[in-house]
């Protein structure tokens, strides 16, 4: 047993009768070099750790088995030393060990080799050189040095050292070489390791020879194709890529556009041009330069400009709706002064069926501008409006340059339909991509993700439609110019029947009008009695089924009777059935579908003052409740402690919220307190405070048309809300009596005392 210092090699084993060339810059290694020159003969231990990527090993961890070495000549150099190093012999290490001066020492024992028999090592090496000749002749790169050293060599172990020395392992699997210290084991290793690589070169070899083939017959095509396409030039004749490759070329010198993107699209026809035809890219590559090639960059239809002629069109088409056929008649007026004023973005705001979706499509008749409609409604991927990535498997662009293509025009009207109902979820937020298209400012620059060119939008006009302003994203709302479509009143869906739909529905079904009459009482009976709505869409409906029913029946003269019989029984009742009870109210809500009357109900049995609410109700009229006991306890001293209260709502399949309640359901607690009727004509809207002062409401328009629909003859309001008034249609004005009341207590001292 004798002692050594030691030197760690991380990423190198050195094996015995192995020389290697070593530069050594660090401190303790040259320290190192220098100790076993001096004090060891030149002698020091090589290890190798087990787990190469360890910055700082631990000595415990390190091999038990390393390798003497020589150190056969060094040069002093100025960042370190030059070592030239021979291996000796396999050692056992005892320990490892530290002095002061920092090196690392170690206590180790030669080992003793297996005996082996004469016979046994002459088999097993006869066996290793024959495998290692296969080995040499199959890789080429192979010497044949190795080859003329184990041939004159009859020691196994050295034999297996040099061969596992010479072959191309990794680290890790000299290491296993290296700490294995019975030679019939290396060289059975040796065996099975050089046999699986004379596989892998084989194998390669295979593929090298399969590669080669391809490229051959690759090459062979090439020269074919541009023999063929020499000869198809001298009969007059161009293959399909060769005609497409040419009228893209025409169609782009014929376009008119920025430098950088021309030159983008010239780029890919180039590549289109010589991309092999059976390669999967090139239809991809086909319908993207297709595709940007058709845009409409710079045509354009011509729009009217006469705003007579525009306001009488919409007049001709569309009963009321004045203050949008207004501000489109402003916009062609004010651009025949200016020619470059930005088109405005408008949204349109009702209920179901006042015509948002048609009075867009008769502005662009009117303007003789194209027409194309995009449908956000449900939507929560903003891709859908701005294209995906051309990397994407069955891309294509977004639904504003589909349309913009289909128009063919880059001054299109586009319809965005149901902008309150997208949605904004881990899939995007479409609500704030489409801030982009609207903003004049952004989208004259407006990228497409699949066309990855700027396009200009600053000329389309858009005409966004939604049911209710209250679920539009704010952001979108501070964009565009807001105008409500209301609920049409009785007279007016009896006017847009007689002078629109009738006509049209005549038309359709290729029937004389003056064949058949439609009484104005008889339309009457059948709006109140067969629709609901506050648009007119159902009453179309209604009336193209009763027009195609008396068609079928060669009726002459219609009634209420032949009316029944031909549609059924009236669906909807148009009274409001109230009976005098004690605790019912009219209450107007403001609903997504128009103005509604809707009752208030309330009663009273024997309890401990729990209040029950039913009804659809939501979170804030059932707070709207608590505050209206809260009031009438404080203010009016009535003792609820000893009664358990029910409110409920009709017409439970309409969801009921928003802060406008107040005002009935007080009503309706003090009617049952009291014992005292309120009449069926009269409704409430407004909120409540907890010191009785009436707060303003929304949607007052809506409400007020809903409550004349209904025959409703007095309607209190707040007082905060008078100067709404002034857009409330005459006859509902003429027709319905509104009182506004500033605090509860008008109508307490009114009704109560």
Not at 44 to 50: C, D, F, G, K, S
Not at 156 to 166: E, G, P
Not at 289 to 310: G, H, Q, R, Y
Not at 533 to 553: F, H, Q
């Amino acid at each position: 047993m004798f002692n050594v210092p030691v030197i760690i090699l991380k990423k190198l084993v050195i094996l015995p009768n192995q020389e290697i060339r070593l530069e050594l810059n660090n401190k303790i290694s040259n320290q190192t070099i220098k100790e076993a020159t001096l004090n060891y003969k030149g002698e020091l231990l090589i290890i190798a750790p087990t787990d190469s990527k360890e910055e700082d090993p631990d000595v415990d961890d390190l091999p038990k088995v390393g390798v003497i070495a020589k150190i056969k000549s060094k040069i002093v150099v100025d960042d370190g030393i030059q070592v030239k190093l021979r291996g000796l012999k396999r050692v056992a290490v005892n320990k490892f060990y530290n002095t002061d001066n920092d090196i690392l020492y170690s206590e180790v024992m030669y080992i003793d080799l297996p005996s082996l028999t004469e016979e046994e090592e002459n088999a097993i090496l006869r066996k290793l050189i024959d495998v290692l000749k296969k080995y040499i002749n199959t890789a080429n790169s192979a010497s044949n040095d190795i080859l003329a050293y184990v041939t004159k060599t009859t020691d196994l172990n050295k034999v297996t050292d040099a061969i596992a020395s010479y072959l191309p392992f990794d680290v890790s699997k000299k290491l296993e070489y290296m700490q294995n210290i019975n030679p019939i084991k290396r060289a059975k290793s040796l065996i099975k390791d050089m046999n699986e690589e004379i596989k892998v070169l084989k194998l390669d070899e295979e593929l090298d020879d399969a590669l080669n083939d391809n490229l051959v017959q690759d090459q062979r095509k090439f020269v074919l194709k541009e023999k063929l396409k020499i000869i198809k030039q001298e009969l007059g004749e161009a293959t399909l890529q060769e005609e497409e490759t040419k009228k893209f070329r025409e169609t782009l010198n014929k376009l008119k556009l920025d430098k950088n993107i021309k030159d983008k699209i010239a780029h890919e026809i180039s590549k289109y041009e010589v991309m092999n035809e059976a390669s999967p890219e090139i239809s991809i590559l086909h319908n993207y330069i297709d595709c940007i090639l058709n845009l409409p960059w710079n045509k354009s239809t011509k729009e009217n400009a006469n705003f007579n002629t525009v306001l009488k069109y919409l007049d001709e088409t569309h009963y009321g709706l004045e203050k949008i056929k207004e501000r489109i008649s402003e916009y062609v007026a004010v651009k025949n002064i200016n020619k470059n004023i930005k088109s405005p973005i408008i949204c349109l705001i009702g209920p179901p069926g006042v015509g948002k979706t048609s009075i867009a499509m008769s502005i662009a008749q009117s303007l003789n501008r194209k027409f194309y409609k995009i449908s956000v409604g449900g939507l929560n991927d903003s891709t859908e409006l701005i294209g995906s990535r051309r990397t994407y498997l069955a891309a294509s662009p977004g639904k504003i340059i589909q349309g913009i293509a289909k128009c063919g025009t880059n001054n299109p009207i586009f319809l965005i339909d149901e902008v309150d109902k997208m949605v904004k979820d881990y899939k995007g937020d479409p609500a704030s991509t489409l801030l982009e298209i609207l903003d004049p400012v952004q989208n004259k620059y407006f990228t497409d993700n699949y066309i990855e060119e700027p396009f200009d939008l600053s000329n389309v006009l858009f005409i966004l439609t939604a049911n209710y302003i209250g679920d539009i994203p704010s952001t979108l709302i501070d964009r565009v110019e807001v105008i409500e479509l209301n609920s049409y009143t009785l007279f007016e869906k009896k006017d847009i029947a007689k002078k629109y739909l009738l006509p049209k529905i005549f038309k359709e079904h290729v029937i004389i009008d003056d064949k058949i009459k439609f009484s104005e009482e008889l339309l009457y009976f059948i709006i109140n009695n067969y629709t609901k709505e506050s648009g007119v869409r159902d009453l179309e409906r209604v009336l193209t089924t009763l027009v195609r029913k008396i068609a079928i029946n060669n009726i002459k003269n219609i009634n209420k009777e032949k009316v029944i019989k031909l549609l059924g029984n009236p669906k909807y009742n148009d009274d409001l059935v109230n009976e005098n009870l004690i605790g019912v109210v009219n209450s107007l809500a403001y609903t997504n579908i128009g103005g509604l009357v809707t009752k208030t109900e309330v009663v009273e049995y024997k309890g401990s003052g729990k209040i029950k609410i039913t009804g659809s109700v939501g979170k804030i009229m059932e707070e709207s409740i608590d505050v209206i006991i809260s009031f009438i306890k404080h203010t009016y001293k009535y003792n609820l402690n000893n009664i358990d209260l029910h409110f409920h709502f009709l017409d439970a399949s309409t969801k009921k919220d928003g802060p406008s309640a107040g005002l009935s359901i007080a009503v309706a607690l003090l009617s049952l307190l009291e014992k005292k009727v309120i009449a069926d004509d009269i409704a409430f809207t407004g909120e409540l405070s907890l010191n009785g002062s009436v707060l303003k409401i929304g949607g007052l328009k809506e409400k007020l048309i809903g409550a004349y629909n209904k025959n409703i003859k007095v309607v209190y309001i707040p007082k905060s809300n008078i100067e709404d008034l002034n857009e409330i249609p005459k006859i509902i004005l003429d027709n319905i009596e509104i009182k506004a009341i500033e605090n509860f207590n008008e109508i307490y001292t009114e009704f109560f005392k």
